[in-house]
C-alpha cells in the first residue's frame, strides 16, 4: 500500500473503544454476524456513518443500521 494514501488528509482514522466490544458483544448472537464485523458496524454507529463499502454484503446487510455499498457489483 502506498503511503502517500495513508498519509491524505482525505482519511479519517477512526478507532473502537471498550464501549464498541461491548455494543458489539451484546449483539452477536441475536445478529448471527462474525464479532469483528459487529465491531466494525458499531464502530461505524458510534461515529454517525451508516455506509459500508465492502465485498461482505452477506454479514453486513444482516446489521440494520449500515448500507452496503460493493464496488464490484
Not at 10 to 31: G, M, P, S, V
Request: hydrophobic content about 40%; aromatic content about 10%.
Amino acid at each position: 500500500m502506498s503511503l502517500e494514501i495513508v498519509e491524505s488528509d482525505k482519511w479519517q482514522k477512526i478507532n473502537y473503544t471498550h464501549d464498541t466490544i461491548n455494543h458489539a458483544a451484546e449483539k452477536f448472537e441475536q445478529l448471527g454476524v462474525p464479532f469483528w464485523d459487529l465491531v466494525i458496524a458499531e464502530t461505524l454507529k458510534e461515529n454517525d456513518i451508516t455506509e459500508i463499502i465492502t465485498e461482505n454484503g452477506k454479514d453486513f446487510d444482516k446489521i440494520p443500521w449500515i448500507k452496503v455499498r460493493n464496488p464490484f457489483k
